[in-house]
């Protein structure tokens, strides 16, 4: 589904990944761990598009098309997701807009035509349930005033209105608490499946309890240093990331 | 003072001025046509304030003078669907084309209301000395336009409130006009017994022929009085409108002003609000200018006794080679203690061609008071844009819907349903992009 090869990108000319190599099939769990300023944030963003994070060699293929040729929205309508580490508080645009804004655009694309009013309050409100997202959040305005956890949360709303073939999160499970983790968890939980593939970029081992990755792979000075199961993730809890920055360049995933 | 170079009357002998004036209502009183012929006078010696004058600086009049307004003896008649469209339900509504009343169009039948509704040219006639006492007795006729105004308005709103009577129904005007370089001048007069309270809503709106509509409004709100009044201005491309507002608000009086801007080629609004002991003013606007519009909105609000409040929220985005302008100017009196007094001035901008203009002043000569102003000047926020974007929006919608997201907040200010919503028809109307689906708000 997703291929990056030999990615090198720079942020303000600052060589920040220095040739990532990763593939993801469909149905796969891939967790990038890696101490901070290891290109980990770069990478999810590098996927989504956003400006000034300048790809300058190497490739990546989505579903076997130029990802990197592609709008973010483009990328988006195709069925890639970014779960934001620190999602923007929007005033003025409620909840529910945005949300409404967002799944016509992406079923237009698919040619299914616009969700009719009352369809899209049931999916809404049934996705919100099921996320344990108070009614009253969809019409608030975006993450305005929401707490940490809910604006995770409500990224993982929005990932589940879109239902997007390749699912990117960055640091979702930042700044939550036990009980907001385990919502979260279980709303990725809930969307795993063989058609969808995850890349889930974290600090720590807790949120991998719950999810049980595929795969977990070591991102040191912009490159992928190690790959192993999620015993590498325990061992990454138990020693740090000191041991792994001086280790030799690993295999790739 | 330097004469303007050309102004509407310049082309009129002293005789046909005279003959003008004649022809207005209300000749009949002496003290009218007498406060009318004083007005003549100063501004032939006064003529249009110009750039030398600090709180005009901005305003490019000169664009006045290079047309030729002239007043205008009777109306064009318009299509009357047009200003159907714009009607509110329910409201007492009364219509004006080029300045005339149009009694046909209108409804303001308050036979079973204990309070007098009705055009300005009605009330001289029936309560002559009502007006007389409140006409002017706000209005500091502080520049050449209101000169002009007070020589020369025909007719306007008026409205009475008896003291502990609450007019539920809004008063709804329209200014609807097509005459090809039209002088109009309107004068309203709104009069607002103890405990009592009204809800005003006035429309502009016009072709796209040249025109210069210049109205004066003065709001007087006895104790414990509460008026509520929406401006929308939207008039054609070619307008010049100029508007001077002066309200004054008794004990524990309050104000509440909306200003919508979205029409006009050059449009001015002064904003003149003088606030009793423990009085209450809240003054929101939203201004949106395109193409070449020039937009400019100017509140001095003045703290004469303790106790009293302001809270101030004018919006404005600029887009193309346009320019809005904001000044707004709180007075706190030597005796204005405990004044609590918010000013916000947050401006978009959505080309690099168009300007803002903002200055925020605060004159505080009392020791004892809360003050606070905050301007902002910016563009649209990248990090929200790649938000949108990633959620499968395309540029364009996402740049309109913050844009929209901008100006919401003024918009939900509105209290009645009808109005909010056709204000904000006309928000999506003049809006710099088009994709912002109101189905789904």
Redesign the interface.
């Given at each position: 589904m997703l291929d990056i090869q030999n990615l090198h990108a720079t942020v303000n000319d600052k060589p920040i990944l220095n040739g990532i190599n990763l593939q993801v099939n469909a149905g796969e769990v891939h967790a990038i761990m890696g101490p901070n300023g290891s290109g980990k944030s770069t990478t999810a963003y590098v996927l989504?598009?956003?400006?000034g994070y300048d790809v300058n060699q190497g490739h990546i293929s989505f579903e076997g098309k130029n990802l990197l040729d592609m709008?973010?929205?483009i990328r988006?309508?195709a069925g890639l997701?970014?779960g934001?580490q620190y999602?923007?508080e929007?005033?003025?645009?409620?909840n529910?807009?945005?949300l409404?804004?967002?799944?016509n655009?992406?079923r237009m694309?698919r040619g299914e035509g616009e969700l009719d009013?009352i369809d899209f309050l049931q999916l809404v409100k049934q996705k919100a349930r099921e996320l344990n997202i108070d009614e009253k959040f969809l019409y608030r305005?975006v993450n305005v005033g929401f707490s940490g956890g809910e604006k995770k949360r409500n990224e993982i709303l929005?990932m589940a209105m879109?239902e997007p073939k390749l699912v990117v999160l960055d640091e979702i499970d930042s700044g939550l608490d036990i009980d907001a983790l385990k919502v979260v968890a279980d709303g990725i939980n809930a969307l795993r499946s063989p058609e969808r593939a995850f890349v889930i970029v974290t600090h720590y081992k807790r949120l991998l309890d719950y999810i049980q990755p595929d795969f977990v792979h070591v991102l040191s000075e912009g490159r992928i240093v190690k790959s192993g199961n999620i015993s590498l993730a325990d061992e990454l809890e138990e020693q740090g990331y000191g041991w792994i920055e001086t280790a030799p360049t690993g295999t790739d995933g | 003072m330097e004469m303007a170079t050309q102004n509407p009357i310049q082309h009129f002998s002293t005789d046909q001025l005279n003959h003008l004036q004649d022809q207005l209502n209300g000749m009949h009183l002496p003290w009218l046509a007498e406060r009318r012929q004083h007005a003549l006078s100063r501004f032939i010696e006064t003529g249009f304030p110009g750039r030398k004058h600090e709180e005009w600086r901005y305003t490019p009049t000169r664009d006045i003078e290079k047309h030729d307004f002239k007043p205008v003896t009777s109306p064009t008649l318009v299509d009357t669907n047009v200003i159907l469209k714009h009607q509110i339900s329910n409201a007492l509504t009364l219509v004006f084309v080029d300045g005339f009343f149009q009694p046909d169009l209108s409804r303001i039948d308050t036979s079973a209301l204990p309070v007098t509704v009705t055009n300005l040219a009605s009330a001289l006639d029936q309560f002559p000395d009502l007006v007389e006492t409140h006409l002017d007795s706000i209005n500091q006729n502080h520049h050449g336009f209101c000169y002009l105004n007070s020589a020369f308005f025909n007719d306007g709103l008026f409205v009475h409130i008896p003291e502990f009577t609450a007019l539920d129904i809004p008063i709804h005007v329209i200014h609807a006009g097509s005459t090809s370089d039209a002088m109009i001048s309107t004068r309203n007069l709104v009069i607002a017994e103890q405990d009592s309270s009204c809800h005003i809503i006035e429309t502009w709106i016009s072709n796209d022929t040249p025109r210069l509509t210049n109205s004066v409004t003065e709001m007087i709100a006895a104790d414990n009085a509460r008026i509520e009044m929406n401006n929308i201005q939207d008039q054609g491309n070619n307008s010049y409108h100029i508007s001077t507002t002066w309200s004054q608000l008794a004990n524990s009086a309050q104000l509440t002003h909306h200003g919508f801007n979205f029409g006009g080629q050059l449009v001015r609004n002064d904003i003149n609000t003088l606030l009793g002991n423990n009085a209450k003013c809240r003054h929101s606007g939203l201004t949106v200018t395109r193409h070449n519009q020039h937009i400019d909105n100017h509140l001095r609000i003045e703290h004469l006794y303790p106790e009293a409040s302001s809270q101030v929220l004018y919006k404005n985005i600029a887009d193309d080679k346009s320019r809005a302008v904001f000044q707004g100017c709180i007075v706190v009196h030597k005796d204005a203690q405990q004044t609590d007094s918010n000013m916000s001035n947050p401006n978009l901008l959505l080309s690099n061609d168009a300007i803002i203009n903002t200055k925020p002043q605060l004159q505080i000569d009392a020791d004892d008071v809360q003050c606070a102003h905050g301007v902002t000047v910016g563009e649209l926020?990248?990090?929200?844009l790649?938000?949108?974007?990633?959620?499968?929006?395309?540029?364009h919608?996402?740049r309109n819907?913050?844009t929209?997201?901008?100006?919401?907040?003024t918009i939900q200010d509105i209290t009645s349903t009808e109005l909010k919503s056709m204000v904000l028809d006309k928000l999506l109307t003049h809006f710099p992009q088009s994709a912002i689906?109101v189905?789904?708000?």
């Open positions: 989504a598009g956003r400006d709008e973010p929205e988006t309508r997701f970014l934001f999602p923007v929007i005033p003025g645009v409620s529910m807009y945005m409404k804004a967002a799944l655009a992406i694309h009013a305005d929005q879109l | 926020e990248q990090s929200a790649f938000f949108l974007r990633s959620r499968g929006l395309d540029e919608t996402a819907i913050l929209f997201a901008f100006a919401n907040e689906r189905d789904w708000l």
